[in-house]
């Protein structure tokens, strides 16, 4: 039961310190060989989320469970690192989501560029920044984080000395 005390924590471990009987790769992970297990979990009232290999996927989980509707929140654009901007930015962020939102440190939608993790703590009042990835474009589209218009992509040659 989600109530007002709700918050989206996260844990993890390498899949050889899970305690006894704990089946590492339950249906929940994505990723049976990956080392590490995250799960998401509330200090407010003990909730469990299930084990994942993936922290995107275990910080969704915990939202989903302290802060029903995040998903419906309004994308805001991409948080800026400049200062005034990010003043700015946090002044936007508080008049879409609501003060009593940010007090619970509920996740703020962000459109991402290129990248897609979310960051723990990034978010005004110390909530989540969840990536939204922008729309209408083919996976692994890099952006100018500075006029948000497309770079160009590399030729094939050049992409392979990277690879």
């Not at 990723?31 to 993936?54: I, N």
């Not at 459109?111 to 009042?125: F, K």
Request: contains cysteine; neutral net charge; glycine residues 12%.
């Amino acid at each position: 039961m989600t109530g007002d005390t709700c918050r989206a924590h996260r844990r993890s471990c390498r899949t050889s310190d899970l305690p006894p009987g704990v089946d590492p790769d339950p249906g929940s992970v994505a990723d049976p060989g990956y080392p590490v297990r995250f799960w998401a979990h509330c200090p407010g009232c003990g909730w469990q989320g299930p084990l994942r290999s993936d922290d995107n996927a275990a910080a969704e989980d915990g939202c989903d469970h302290a802060y029903p509707g995040w998903r419906d929140k309004p994308i805001m654009r991409h948080r800026p690192c400049n200062e005034t901007q990010l003043k700015e930015w946090q002044d936007d962020v508080r008049r879409a989501y609501g003060v009593a939102w940010i007090d619970r440190a509920g996740p703020v939608r962000e459109e991402r560029y290129g990248r897609g993790d979310r960051i723990w703590g990034g978010a005004p009042g110390g909530g989540l920044l969840m990536p939204v990835m922008r729309p209408g474009q083919p996976p692994g589209t890099l952006f100018c984080v500075y006029t948000g218009r497309p770079l160009p992509r590399p030729d094939d040659a050049q992409q392979s000395l990277f690879e």
